[in-house]
């Protein structure tokens, strides 16, 4: 969940990395660290707390005056040892000669590090990231016979490899080689960028997007050498390995506000053109054509007798709308499952079974693991994702990919929104290979849905009303957001969003469990927002809600544009167009992201880099 960059090029790095630390700050924020090679050797700058730690980096003298062509930078989301100066990243040897970062977790650093502390070995940090830097050093000296070249750093750099256990992206630079940086990964991403002016590494595209004109991703148990004018990928045993380069459809100011006050707002916005575009196409009568990589024959679709789904956070929540509508229309048994807890509980699966796994990234370690157990287990292993070349897209028989572009806040929104489109899209279409829809339902329904993109549009023309609505909640503590059938993942998607960025204490609930425990908890203290969009289960909702209302709760409603009803009893209400029950959960979603924002604006809140959070998970 941490942030890498590195560079070496022909003019000085400083600004290369400092720039792209600041893109990186979203992937973590406990602290940051620049390492350098200078004609005095390696240097290292570093402090800790938030997004502080960028800021004094670009206020100490040497590094702003720094010729340096060669560099690496970190941003760190702690996980061993506490965010301070010590343990924030890049991290030295004993002998300074050697700077590596590290994204994820070395799970026998302790054993690793006894060793190395009875070898001599004196650590400076508490963290399990420094274990390689003494590790990488160790087995240099082990090589001292022979004569020091690149070739000794990748032997000795793929000797350390193996003996890690637990996950990584490294990126290590050294000061005898002032030409070269090495990188590795294991189940943490690692993008390589060829430029015009020298080469890049990230742990994240959009960090050097701006220098970069093609992309080389890293794929798991490869490591890498890369110069200025050249890049060679190897696996541990020094075998050297075949690559494939990569254009990127997102543009520099694509991750840029563009004039917003946050990245969410902006993303938000974005919503329109991010659901219609995963759209384009799309042809629900042909399912080949819905996958942008595939590697099996779609007609094997027409043998699935069960579908799994599996996703973290909001990717599950996506996935819960894909559940009713897969099983709606395709008539085959769908199980859901949260991906951290997939592969423990034992699934049966077989070649008869699909597996379909959502992550936005492409790179959520408990979703990749999922994937991986399933393919073992010999299922069928689809994914739906947005970053293309992403480390899930290597392990699976086929690959969706959503067209939201690059998403920088780390509360989802417009990726959520892109999911709903690919997932219900590819409902439809599993619909026709199953028998379950004739052609022309088909298309009318794809039709239907292609008609949420301007309700979407019509939705966010509705922002003041919305943020004013939110505003008369703003000293409520204590929010229930409930639904019936498609309004219950809307109700937890809505929850998760207001405590990801406001910090209040939120909870979703499908409607009919009020009386099995939540309603004692309500009085005139709590809010209740109930989803009630026309469905076969609005009238039962509306009853809800007057049960809400009857324990002084407060009430917020969600309705749709033709209700003339809700009015007489609720004051406060969210207007959406109306929609096909379906596809309601494009459309109610909106006015509810709004009411987080607000409220998180209201509180003062990092909108964009909630505390604790990052936007990718990349360890367990």
Known sequence: MCGIIGAICDDSVNQVLLDGLKRLEYRGYDSAGVTLLNSDGLEIYKFAYLTESIDKLSQVQEVVDSKSKIGLAHTRWATHGIPNDLNAHPHFGCDNRIAIVHNGIIENFRDLRNALKDSGHDFASNTDSEVIAHL??????????????VETLLKAFGQTLKLL??????????ADFPDRILVAKNMSPVVIGLGKSGNYVSSDVSAILEQAETFVYLKDLQMASVSKDDLKVYDFDFVQMEFSSTEIAWSYQDAQKSGYETFMLKEMHEEPKAFSETLV?????????????????PKDLQNIQKIFLVGCGTSYHSAMVAK????????????????????????????????IGITQSGETIDT?????????????????????????????????????GPEISVAATKSYISQLSMLLAFSIAMGRTTGGLFKSEAYRFMDELENCTDKIRTALTRESQYRDTAKKFKDVKDFFFI?????????????????????????????????????????????????????????????????????NARVLVVANDSDSTVSNYFEDVFYVPDTFDLF?????????????????????????????????????
């Not at 998760?496 to 406001?502: C, F, H, M, Q």
């Open 136 to 149: 990488l050093e160790e087995n240099l000296s082990k090589l001292a016979s022979e004569k020091l070249s």
């Open 165 to 174: 256990e637990g996950t990584y992206a490294i990126g290590v630079i050294f």
């Open 281 to 297: 196409g799309r042809n629900v009568d042909d399912p080949a054509l819905f996958f942008d990589e595939i590697r099996f024959d």
């Open 324 to 355: 009713y509508a897969l099983e709606h229309w395709s008539r085959i048994p769908v199980e859901l499952d949260i991906a951290s807890e997939f592969r423990y509980r034992d699934p049966v699966l077989d070649s008869s079974t699909l597996v």
């Open 368 to 404: 990749l693991a999922a994937l991986d157990f399933a393919r073992k287990s010999r299922a069928k292993v689809l994914c739906v994702t947005n970053v293309v070349g992403s480390s899930v897209t290597s392990n699976v028989d086929a690959v969706m990919y959503t067209r939201a």
């Open 483 to 551: 639904g019936r059938h498609m309004g219950y993942p809307t109700s937890l998607e809505a929850a998760l969003k207001l405590k990801e960025i406001s910090y209040l204490h939120a909870e979703g609930y499908p409607a009919g469990e009020l009386k099995h425990g939540p309603i004692a908890v309500l009085d005139d203290t709590t809010a209740v927002v109930g989803i009630a969009t026309k469905n076969k289960l609005y009238d039962k909702l509306l009853s809800n809600m007057e049960e809400v209302r009857a324990r």
């Open 584 to 620: 309601s959960p494009v459309v109610d979603i909106i006015p509810l992201q709004f009411l987080a924002y607000e409220l998180a604006i209201i509180h003062n809140n990092d909108v964009d880099k909630p505390r604790n959070l990052a936007k990718t998970v990349t360890v367990e």
